[in-house]
């Protein structure tokens, strides 16, 4: 149960032998540009929860993408080996993180693109599952435009960069 209770996930490599001094400083000194105020948190729940209230209001999730969510989610259960089951409430919590997500950059809907972040929550004990999710993604974005010569140059040069 511990594993899932964290909703994003990053897989990192070791700290090699040559660079862990410099890691262990860091951790020390505290890394620049991220100074906390009088001992206090850099951001509280609280400011979290104004953020997921003010995104609540301000953010549209389209009914087109829910139904992507929910077959994606579908896809990792029924198709992929091994299957990845994505519980009711991790899957609550990723909407809600996408259209946080979508306010914090300033938009006003949920778009495709931005279904990407479920990249790093719906993988589950391997971090090779990250490639399923993305790739049912990009054919799924692929198909729902109608195959639009734009958006496939636009994908593949996201596709690269990821």
């Avoid at 001992?39 to 009914?63: C, K, N, Y």
Wanted: proline letters at 3%; one cysteine or more.
């Amino acid at each position: 149960a511990l594993f899932d209770r964290f909703l994003l996930r990053r897989s990192v490599p070791r700290v090699s032998d040559e660079a862990v001094q410099g890691f262990l400083r860091q951790t020390l000194d505290g890394v620049a540009g991220l100074t906390r105020s009088e001992g206090g948190s850099i951001l509280t729940a609280s400011d979290t929860q104004v953020v997921a209230e003010r995104a609540a209001s301000a953010v549209s999730f389209p009914d087109r993408l829910l139904k992507l969510v929910v077959g994606l989610r579908a896809y990792l259960r029924d198709e992929v080996e091994p299957p990845m089951a994505i519980s009711d409430r991790r899957l609550a919590k990723a909407v809600q993180l996408v259209r946080v997500a979508t306010y914090a950059a300033g938009g006003s809907e949920v778009c495709e693109l931005d279904l990407l972040l479920l990249q790093h929550v719906f993988w589950d004990r391997a971090p090779e599952q990250v490639e399923a999710v993305r790739e049912w993604l990009f054919r799924r974005f692929a198909e729902s435009d109608g195959e639009a010569e734009s958006t496939q140059y636009l994908l593949s040069g996201v596709q690269k960069r990821l």
